[in-house]
Every structure is written in C-alpha cells, then in structure tokens.
C-alpha cells in the first residue's frame, strides 16, 4: 500500500512542478503574493479536513506550537529563494540539486532520530545510493556548468533539510492531520498580513486567466501531494518516504515536456529503471 500511495504522490508532485513554474513565468507579482494565491486553495482543505477530522486542541502543546512557528519562519525565508531560482533556472538543469536536501535529512535521521520511526541500515544505505544515483544521471559532466543560482540552491536545500526535520518531529508529536491543519493556516494568515501591508491585492484583477488556471492546477496537486506526503513521514518516517518518493521521479520532466515543454534526456529512462528497482528493494528490506 506504500508504494500505490508514494506512486500517486508522486504523480502529483510531477504534475504540480511545470503548472506551477508555467505561472511563475506569467506574472512579476511578489513572492508572498503568488504564493498564497495558491494557499487560498489550500485553506479550503482544511476546512474539509475540519468537518472530516476534529480538531484536538489538547495536542496543541508548546513545543508542538514552537515547532510549526519555525517551519513556518523557515519557509517565509525559503519560499522567496525558491521562487527566484525557477524563474531564472530550467527544471532539469535543477535536478541534481534538488535531491541534495534528501542527503542531509537522511543522514540526521538515521543518525540522531532513528528512535522515531526505526530502519533497517540496508535501507538506509538503498536510499543514500538512489539519492547519488539519481544526482550522478542528471549531472552535467559534460558541459559541467554550474547553474547561475548556485548559491541560493544551497541556501535553499539547508533550509528544505531543517523544514523537513521539523515537519517529521511535529507530526511525531500530534499527526500528519493535525500539522496540515495548523500549518497551512498560519503560514495563509502571516502571507496576507505582509500583503495587505504592501497594499499589493489591487493587482489581482490585472493578471490574465491563464494565470489563474495554471495556479489553480498547480495548488491542487500540490496540496494533494503534500496529505500524502505527510502521511508516508507519519507512516514509513522519512528515510523511507524518501525512497518512495522516487518510485515515479522521471514523471517530472515527461509533464514538464507536455506543459512548458522542456524536453528529456534519453538517460532519464534509464535513470528511471534503475532508481525505481532501487526503491522496490530498499521497501523490502525496511
């Protein structure tokens, strides 16, 4: 069952990336703008997830509020670098970069939080194997260029490996349910707060619809995406659902080529095949 929902997630976020990057490209608003134009859908989950699931504000303890107060500092601070680095970089050109977060919170995990969610060390070896796997194919050796943004991405990656340490201690602490119901509502409220300071909501009505549309699309894989990803961490942990989440990684570029058409390498097929007999193993062993 796992592997059908890392499957599904990550068909989502394969979907999710050229949409969101498509309307990236459209439009100069500010980040935090473009960001909770896609978190007002988000909201609306919640609001599902209130009338499916109750609320238990009995865990709503310190150290748990502490914990989404960060995560949610942590991404106001990423989202910005984040934003710039896809409007001046290709998606394949980043690649082999983006797996580069996966390292750290693998080796921590397994290291120093092993106590949350035990693994097999065949497992963890398996993954940090498929992570370099995965950087070695969609490495540039020839042409060796380093990508303009180079040091925003490693910014970018340090943060995403905190954020992801964070997320994985406070679901520990409540669940994947409650972290998705107190999250996405604070970072929507802090977002529009910095919005309506800067008086920036009167350009909502100058941008085109294919603009909305892309967002739209975008936000509801995404927030898709992001319910199961938070499950597979509550489930398997996150050395774990790092692997899962490779089942489907070549799905990125085939959308990206179908949506903003940016074609892929022949390699990536074989990267594919070897990375996903990887994650198959390494579940087995877990």
Known sequence: MGILWGIIGTLLGSISAPFWKKSL???????????????????????????????????????????ICLATVIFLIKVPIMQNIYKKEKISALMPYENLNKIITVIISFLFLSKLNPVSSNTFYITLIA??????????????????????????????????????IAIGITSD????????????????????????????????????????AASITWSSWFIIWLFLISKYGIIVS???????????????????????AKKDILLTVIVSSLVGLGFFLK
């Open 242 to 264: 790092t692997l899962l989440s490779f089942i489907g990684m070549g799905m990125t570029m085939v959308f990206s080529f179908f949506i903003i058409w940016e074609k892929p």
């Open 177 to 216: 349910k409650m972290y998705f119901m107190s999250y996405v509502p604070l970072i929507t409220i802090v977002m529009m707060l910095v919005i309506m300071k800067n008086k920036e909501l009167k350009v909502l009505s100058t941008l085109p619809k294919s603009f909305y549309k892309n967002r739209i």
């Open 25 to 67: 490209n459209m439009t100069e608003i500010s980040n935090y703008l473009f960001t909770t134009i896609g978190n007002l859908f988000n909201v609306l989950v919640v609001i599902v997830f209130l009338f499916l699931w109750f609320y238990n504000i009995e865990k709503l303890t310190w150290t748990f509020v502490l914990l």
């Open 131 to 168: 992570i370099w796997v995965i950087i070695g194919f969609t490495v540039d050796w020839k042409n060796m260029v380093m990508p303009k943004s180079f040091r925003n991405i490693t910014i970018r990656q340090w943060l995403q490996s905190i954020h992801t340490l964070i997320v994985w």
